[in-house]
């Protein structure tokens, strides 16, 4: 291992080598799913697609598209390739509607899925000497034993910590002296809350870095997490269809997260017509698993929208970057006909330097849907007096008026009153479909 890098053959591999080893990956691959998942044996017999016609990643758009209804259709183990003892490690994303999508690993998924945790706290700076305070919940998620066998791949010390209790994490953070936290990015600026309330100096900390995902979060979420944690703060992306946490991860640069595409093949495609977009589009984020054993997914549609971009990184890596996601398919609110993204409430609220405690409250009343945002004042603000609050309701409007061309109800709340995630952040109540 190199400074920077875990494995620097292939995180720096020119892309003709990189081409090569996703071709014949993808062409074990097909073959796999072919044989072992009647599923895609019953989607290739009606597309008339032979295994054989797939002769390299160029060819990777005569696939067959697999969709999330497709693994909550086979609930729970019906698109798992290999016999049942090859498989050391099941997880399941419980999601919020409908039965949980499982996912299953053998040893050597396990193996990759590590290795992508590795790169990724390598390239945010970490080192075998580390302590990787590990927040993410363990358990069926993926986020906690994710990062915790990255940690371990890399040789470093993972405290399997777990998520809750968090005024026992900041003491543990003190103590052990750990340098990096991996947790959702909203639990970072909880816990960065907590060591305020204890009165905790956040320099006295050793913590140098985070690493956060599991959740879109803003590039002002980012300024905040850094400021009230004294660190640098790194993105991670993943999503347990695919493997974990460690699917792409933000180099120093950070201008966008580099994907282990020596493992999984990704492509953004127009999600109406499913035509491939090219570099700088945005679109739906589709992922093929090329190499995986236990869960080798086709086109996977992620329902993430975001862009690729194949230029050269300062960093030398050569994987290609996806952008910060731009919100989910399927979280993007319809307001009166327009699109709105909780990410993008999120960027006006904190470039007016609000804090990012929010809620979004969507209803329906005659008719007419109504969008109310309710926002936590910080102390400062709450101690200041009532006498200017109308006026930040107004630019808080005012501001969500001209960037998203919606007009909201802001409601300013008392500090600490909304309520706080150790996971993935609740950040909208839509009652219309109460
Ligand atoms: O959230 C895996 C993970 C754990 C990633 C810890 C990073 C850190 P799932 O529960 O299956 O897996 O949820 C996957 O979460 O499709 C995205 O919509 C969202 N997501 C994950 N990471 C990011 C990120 C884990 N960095 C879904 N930015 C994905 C934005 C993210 N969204």
Same mark, same amino acid.
């Given at each position: 291992?190199?400074?920077?890098?875990?494995?620097? @053959?292939?995180?720096?591999?020119?892309?003709?080598?990189?081409?090569?080893?996703?071709?014949?990956? #993808?062409?074990?691959?097909?073959?796999?799913?072919?044989?072992?998942?009647?599923?895609?044996?019953?989607?290739?017999?009606?597309?008339? #697609? %032979?295994?054989?016609?797939?002769?390299?990643?160029?060819?990777? &758009?005569?696939?067959?598209?697999?969709?999330?209804?497709?693994?909550?259709?086979?609930?729970?183990?019906?698109?798992?390739?290999?016999?049942?003892?090859?498989?050391?490690?099941?997880?399941?994303?419980?999601?919020?509607?409908?039965?949980?999508?499982?996912?299953?690993?053998?040893?050597?998924?396990?193996?990759?899925?590590?290795?992508?945790?590795?790169?990724?706290?390598?390239?945010?700076?970490?080192?075998?000497?580390?302590?990787? &305070?590990?927040?993410?919940? $363990?358990? #069926?998620?993926?986020?906690?034993?994710?990062?915790?066998?990255?940690?371990?791949?890399?040789?470093?010390?993972?405290? =399997?910590?777990?998520?809750?209790?968090?005024?026992?994490?900041?003491?543990?953070?003190?103590?052990?002296?750990?340098?990096?936290?991996?947790?959702? =990015?909203?639990?970072?600026? $909880?816990?960065?809350?907590?060591?305020?309330?204890?009165?905790?100096?956040?320099?006295?900390?050793?913590?140098?870095?985070?690493?956060?995902?599991?959740?879109?979060?803003?590039?002002?979420?980012?300024?905040?997490?850094?400021?009230?944690? @004294?660190?640098?703060? $790194?993105?991670?992306?993943? %999503?347990?269809?695919?493997?974990?946490?460690?699917?792409?991860?933000?180099?120093?640069?950070?201008?966008?997260?580099?994907?282990?595409?020596?493992?999984? $093949?990704?492509?953004?495609?127009?999600?109406?017509?499913?035509?491939?977009? =090219?570099?700088?589009?945005?679109?739906?984020?589709?992922?093929?698993?090329?190499?995986?054993?236990?869960?080798?997914? #086709?086109?996977?549609?992620?329902?993430?929208?975001?862009?690729?971009? &194949?230029?050269?990184?300062?960093?030398?890596?050569?994987?290609?970057?996806?952008?910060?996601?731009?919100?989910?398919?399927?979280?993007?609110?319809?307001?009166?006909?327009?699109?709105?993204?909780?990410?993008?409430?999120? &960027?006006?609220?904190?470039?007016?330097?609000?804090?990012?405690?929010?809620?979004?409250?969507?209803?329906?009343?005659?008719? %007419?849907?109504?969008?109310?945002?309710?926002?936590?004042?910080?102390?400062?603000?709450?101690?200041?007096?009532?006498?200017? %609050?109308?006026?930040?309701?107004?630019?808080?409007?005012?501001?969500?008026?001209?960037?998203?061309?919606?007009?909201?109800?802001?409601?300013?709340?008392?500090?600490?009153?909304?309520?706080?995630?150790?996971?993935?952040?609740?950040?909208?109540?839509?009652?219309?479909?109460?």
């Amino acid at each position: 291992m190199q400074d920077n890098y875990f494995e620097p @053959d292939l995180e720096t591999a020119p892309r003709e080598v990189l081409h090569w080893i996703q071709s014949r990956r #993808l062409v074990k691959m097909v073959e796999n799913c072919y044989n072992n998942v009647p599923l895609y044996k019953k989607r290739f017999d009606e597309m008339g #697609l %032979l295994p054989g016609d797939i002769k390299s990643i160029d060819d990777i &758009h005569k696939l067959p598209f697999t969709y999330k209804t497709d693994l909550r259709d086979n609930y729970p183990f019906g698109m798992i390739a290999v016999p049942k003892e090859q498989l050391v490690r099941i997880h399941a994303s419980s999601g919020t509607t409908g039965k949980q999508t499982v996912v299953g690993y053998t040893k050597n998924d396990i193996d990759v899925w590590a290795k992508g945790a590795a790169r990724a706290l390598v390239a945010a700076g970490a080192t075998k000497s580390d302590y990787i &305070h590990v927040s993410y919940g $363990y358990g #069926l998620f993926t986020g906690g034993l994710g990062l915790h066998y990255g940690a371990e791949m890399l040789g470093a010390t993972a405290i =399997p910590v777990s998520s809750g209790n968090t005024k026992r994490q900041v003491d543990i953070l003190r103590d052990y002296g750990s340098d990096f936290l991996c947790c959702t =990015p909203s639990y970072a600026m $909880y816990i960065g809350e907590t060591v305020r309330d204890m009165g905790i100096d956040p320099k006295t900390l050793k913590l140098r870095g985070g690493i956060f995902g599991a959740e879109a979060w803003s590039e002002n979420m980012r300024r905040e997490i850094e400021k009230i944690l @004294d660190i640098k703060a $790194y993105d991670i992306y993943g %999503l347990s269809e695919i493997a974990g946490p460690g699917v792409s991860f933000e180099c120093k640069e950070q201008t966008g997260m580099h994907i282990n595409e020596d493992f999984f $093949y990704p492509e953004i495609i127009d999600p109406e017509t499913g035509e491939q977009l =090219p570099d700088g589009e945005y679109g739906e984020l589709v992922f093929t698993c090329i190499g995986k054993e236990a869960l080798p997914l #086709l086109r996977y549609r992620t329902r993430d929208i975001c862009k690729l971009s &194949h230029k050269p990184c300062s960093c030398g890596r050569t994987l290609v970057k996806m952008s910060k996601t731009r919100g989910r398919t399927d979280d993007m609110l319809i307001i009166r006909g327009i699109n709105v993204f909780p990410s993008q409430v999120e &960027h006006v609220l904190l470039s007016l330097n609000m804090e990012p405690n929010y809620q979004i409250i969507v209803d329906r009343k005659n008719n %007419l849907d109504t969008m109310e945002v309710q926002v936590e004042m910080s102390d400062q603000m709450f101690s200041d007096k009532v006498r200017n %609050l109308e006026d930040v309701e107004h630019n808080i409007a005012a501001a969500l008026q001209s960037t998203l061309n919606i007009a909201a109800k802001i409601r300013l709340v008392e500090p600490k009153s909304l309520p706080r995630s150790e996971g993935k952040a609740k950040r909208v109540i839509d009652k219309r479909h109460i």
